[in-house]
Antibody
Framework: EVQLVESGGGLVQSGGSLRLSCAAS????????MAWVRQAPGKGLEWVAV????????YYADSVKGRFTISRANSKNTMYLQMNSLRAEDTALYYC???????????????WGQGTLVTVSS | EIVLTQSPGTLSLSPGERVTLSCRAS???????LAWYQQKPGQAPRLLIY???SRATGIPDRFSGSGSGTDFTLTISRLEPEDSAVYYC??????????FGQGTKLEIK
């Protein structure tokens, strides 16, 4: 059974940093691209960042480019999101999502975690 | 950059009715790389449809998707109370690699 468990969320002041983790199990982690998707309170889904299975391809949404860094440790079946220079508008539930293939393009999300809440106070 | 616009924003229907949700792209979606997700309150999104028209594992055949190019639809026949949710379309074939529509909220009264 595929499981994705996010952690690392919390309350942080504007300008601060947080590191989110996503622990994966139930599938061969290195074979799949992984992504972070966020949802601000009462709002829709926003894709944040995506990383290919071998970390060779990485993309970011314009809203986080230069501030967030996605990475993965395949030996630990874990993906990370380092978030720096946080702003109030980064307040959201952050989901970890598994893609359906190794590469970033041409794949959709077949499994999602339950999310970890990030609150940025101004 | 592809922008997805969903309509209507909200709708309220009765059990047993049929509904069609729309997702329009600002430019052609590469390779019919269009998916639909269902999100119920307090839950993570669930994959319904991929490749514009293929149902995900375990999704009842009441759910169907169609479309190509810039116009896509999700149809739910014979609505049931548990279909109350927000529905999102997503493109995954162009740059940026992913983009979601703003969602359609469906209420079953």
């Amino acid at each position: 059974e595929v499981q994705l468990v996010e952690s690392g969320g919390g309350l942080v002041q504007s300008g601060g940093s947080l590191r989110l983790s996503c622990a994966a199990s139930g599938f061969t982690f290195i074979n799949y691209a992984m992504a972070w998707v966020r949802q601000a309170p009462g709002k829709g889904l926003e894709w944040v960042a995506v990383i290919s299975g071998g970390s060779g391809n990485i993309y970011y949404a314009d809203s986080v480019k230069g501030r967030f860094t996605i990475s993965r440790a395949n030996s630990k079946n874990t993906m990370y999101l380092q978030m720096n220079s946080l702003r109030a508008e980064d307040t959201a539930l952050y989901y970890c999502a598994k893609e359906t293939g190794y590469m970033v393009r041409g794949n959709y999300f077949d499994y999602w975690g339950q999310g970890t809440l990030v609150t940025v106070s101004s | 950059e592809i922008v997805l616009t969903q309509s209507p924003g909200t709708l309220s229907l009765s059990p047993g009715e049929r509904v069609t949700l729309s997702c329009r792209a600002s430019q052609s979606v590469s390779g019919t790389y269009l998916a639909w997700y269902q999100q119920k309150p307090g839950q993570a999104p669930r994959l319904l449809i991929y490749g514009a028209s293929s149902r995900a594992t375990g999704i009842p055949d009441r759910f169907s998707g169609s479309g190509s190019g810039t116009d896509f639809t999700l149809t739910i026949s014979r609505l049931e109370p548990e279909d109350s949710a927000v529905y999102y379309c997503q493109q995954y074939g162009s740059s940026p690699p992913h983009a979601f529509g703003q969602g359609t909220k469906l209420e079953i009264k």
